[in-house]
T-cell receptor
Framework: DQQVKQNSPSLSVQEGRISILNCDYT??????FLWYKKYPAEGPTFLIS?????DKNEDGRFTVFLNKSAKHLSLHIVPSQPGDSAVYFC???????????FGKGTLLTVNP | EAGVAQSPRYKIIEKRQSVAFWCNPI?????LYWYQQILGQGPKLLIQ????????DSQLPKDRFSAERLKGVDSTLKIQPAKLEDSAVYLC?????????????FGEGSWLTVV
């Protein structure tokens, strides 16, 4: 039973364009959401997060949108750069225990 | 600020052998996690410590996996005996506390291949 789903295994965009990565969740107890970026042979690196009391959080080129009614969040990267090429994991937490449940990840390739 | 340190980075063992991974979290971080990431999957939590106490080990295969954090700082994850399906990256992570909203920081991972 996958509680956090990233249905696109891969995404390819041109440099300078927008990258949109999507994530769906099923557990209504989730109230905090994070995006991690992972390069090959490295651990995941925290990118941006959002609490369920917000519907948008922005940090430079990265914006996360949360639609609680649809149980959906998305990460927008504008403009996309070749260095953004990595696997992006969506993660969620909630309830009495702060632990992260991860999606399977989306491989983003930004072409020069 | 030093990040989460893990060793060894890479390990190849035969099935039924044992292996141990070590983790040193970020200084001052009370919460420590061990995650298992199998190729093509997202990280899956194995065990979570708050200081030296176990908060959640519901997904730890206790017949072969064990973990400890004796002094509330460093932690060791052991697998004995290893199976082929244990081939994965073992990620250690830490956060200031177990309260939601604290960023969880990951180490670079220990890559295990069981042959």
């Amino acid at each position: 039973d996958q509680q956090v789903k990233q249905n696109s295994p891969s995404l390819s965009v041109q440099e300078g364009r927008i990258s949109i990565l999507n994530c769906d969740y099923t557990n209504s107890m989730f109230d905090y959401f994070l995006w991690y970026k992972k390069y090959p042979a490295e651990g995941p690196t925290f990118l941006i997060s959002i609490s369920s009391i917000k519907d948008k959080n922005e940090d430079g080129r990265f914006t996360v949108f949360l639609n609680k009614s649809a149980k959906h969040l998305s990460l927008h990267i504008v403009p996309s750069q070749p260095g953004d090429s990595a696997v992006y994991f969506c993660a969620a937490s909630g309830g009495s225990n702060y632990k992260l449940t991860f999606g399977k990840g989306t491989l983003l390739t930004v072409n020069p | 600020e030093a990040g989460v340190a893990q060793s060894p980075r890479y390990k190849i063992i035969e099935k039924r052998q044992s292996v141990a991974f070590w983790c040193n979290p970020i200084s001052g971080h009370a919460t420590l996690y061990w995650y298992q990431q199998i190729l093509g999957q997202g990280p899956k939590l194995l065990i979570q410590f708050q200081n030296n106490g176990v908060v959640d080990d519901s997904q730890l295969p206790k017949d072969r996996f064990s973990a400890e954090r004796l002094k509330g700082v460093d932690s060791t994850l052991k697998i004995q005996p290893a199976k082929l399906e244990d081939s994965a990256v073992y990620l250690c992570a830490s956060s200031l506390s177990e309260r939601s909203g604290n960023t969880i920081y990951f180490g670079e991972g220990s890559w295990l291949t069981v042959v």
